[in-house]
T-cell receptor
Framework: DTEVTQTPKHLVMGMTNKKSLKCEQHMGHRAMYWYKQKAKKPPELMFVYSYEKLSINESVPSRFSPECPNSSLLNLHLHALQPEDSALYLC?????????????FGPGTRLTVL | GENVEQHPSTLSVQEGDSAVIKCTYSDSASNYFPWYKQELGKGPQLIIDIRSNVGEKKDQRIAVTLNKTAKHFSLHITETQPEDSAVYFCAASILGDMRFGAGTRLTVKP
């Protein structure tokens, strides 16, 4: 089973709202990732967690706040977003970040900021 | 940082023909090269990958080749079918830091 689940599938929020995206995997993977994908563009790496510790932050604005409560869960907290943050947010996981690095993606959360 | 270039951006083939997509990367430290297929409204799905100690890998109708010296790798799909129509992304990765090419929209005409 190589399933990564993400909730919600769709999210519409105003610029003053606070919301969270959730990601879950039960493959025993110890690395989890957040990507942002704009229409007709490739995914762009935002954050990498390795063994529940943030290991890569690609200079993402502080209005995006990641959290890894345990090895199976990854959250992305959203606050004071801008309309240009509207995109597909993808979560992925891999066994680790070195060696067995095959990343498996979830279906994404389609975010619209009004 | 790593920069991945992918060509062509669009590719249209007749059913049964072969399709080839090419990528180049800039960072010689990259050691893992996956290919993903993304259908409309879905997340990327891994179709094949190759590591830097291997030159070629094949899985049924799909093959990938890697030339480390030239820093390029290619995806080959033989006997294409309409269900192969999708956007294909190549990627290069170092320690989980994965960078994608711009994508190729493949259309297989029946």
């Amino acid at each position: 089973d190589t399933e990564v689940t993400q909730t919600p599938k769709h999210l519409v929020m105003g610029m003053t709202n606070k919301k969270s995206l959730k990601c879950e995997q039960h493959m025993g993977h110890r690395a989890m990732y957040w990507y942002k994908q704009k229409a007709k563009k490739p995914p762009e790496l935002m954050f990498v967690y390795s063994y529940e510790k943030l290991s890569i932050n690609e200079s993402v604005p502080s209005r995006f706040s990641p959290e890894c409560p345990n090895s199976s869960l990854l959250n992305l907290h959203l606050h004071a977003l801008q309309p240009e943050d509207s995109a597909l947010y993808l979560c992925a996981s891999s066994q680790e970040t070195s060696g067995r690095t095959t990343q498996y993606f979830g279906p994404g959360t389609r975010l619209t900021v009004l | 940082g790593e920069n991945v270039e992918q060509h062509p951006s669009t590719l249209s083939v007749q059913e049964g023909d072969s399709a080839v997509i090419k990528c180049t990367y800039s960072d010689s430290a990259s050691n893992y090269f996956p290919w993903y297929k993304q259908e409309l409204g879905k997340g990327p799905q891994l179709i094949i990958d190759i590591r830097s100690n291997v030159g070629e890998k094949k899985d049924q109708r799909i093959a990938v080749t890697l030339n480390k010296t030239a820093k390029h790798f290619s995806l080959h799909i033989t006997e294409t079918q309409p269900e192969d129509s999708a956007v294909y992304f190549c990627a290069a990765s170092i320690l989980g830091d994965m960078r994608f090419g711009a994508g190729t929209r493949l259309t297989v005409k029946p």
